[in-house]
């Protein structure tokens, strides 16, 4: 199972998607305050299109806080200025992957906790500044569930590792 830890999100579209895909994929979402909107935004849940209640929602008050109640966990902080490429990452099944805020990615604090080689990119044609964030969620834990033939998908036999 995996967690998406969204870090100070900002515009409620993006997360109402992303509760939506969280929905759809069995993976557990936490966000991190302050966030830019309240959970009954109402644009929030127009995007999630009440998915909400299909999908295991946490808001936690720091990043720390978030970390502490996930236990062990493998964290990938996901920003433009990784060396690392999606690519080359394989994902354990415990993963938690941190996004930050669309406005402005992850601080410097936050990715000077995450040792480097767990820094990851996303591929874009250079010059790009950056994706919209509920597509990079998207794109990251699908590839992250791939990595796992989809383990808990209906019709497909499998478990986490």
């Known amino acids: 199972m995996f967690n998406i830890i969204l870090y100070e999100p900002e515009i409620p579209p993006n997360s109402g998607n992303i509760i939506r895909l969280c929905a759809n994929s069995g993976a557990r979402l936490h966000f991190i305050e302050p966030l830019g909107f309240t959970l009954d935004d109402r644009q929030l849940r ?19 806080a978030c970390l502490a109640s996930l236990g062990a966990v ?72 791939r990595q796992h033939a989809y383990a808990g998908n209906a019709g497909v036999e499998g478990e986490f590792e």
């Open 46 to 64: 127009r995007a999630g299109l009440d998915y909400h209640e299909f999908a295991e929602l946490r808001v936690h008050a720091s990043l720390e």
């Open 74 to 145: 493998n964290l990938f902080a996901f920003t433009t200025k990784a060396a690392t490429s999606l690519s080359d990452i394989r994902f354990p099944a415990d993963s938690a992957l941190l996004f930050g805020p669309e406005s402005r990615g992850l601080p410097a604090t936050v990715l000077a906790t995450v040792p480097p080689a767990r820094r990851v990119r996303i591929p874009m044609v250079a010059g790009s500044r950056s994706l919209n964030l509920s597509n990079a969620v998207s794109i990251a834990l699908f590839e992250a569930w």
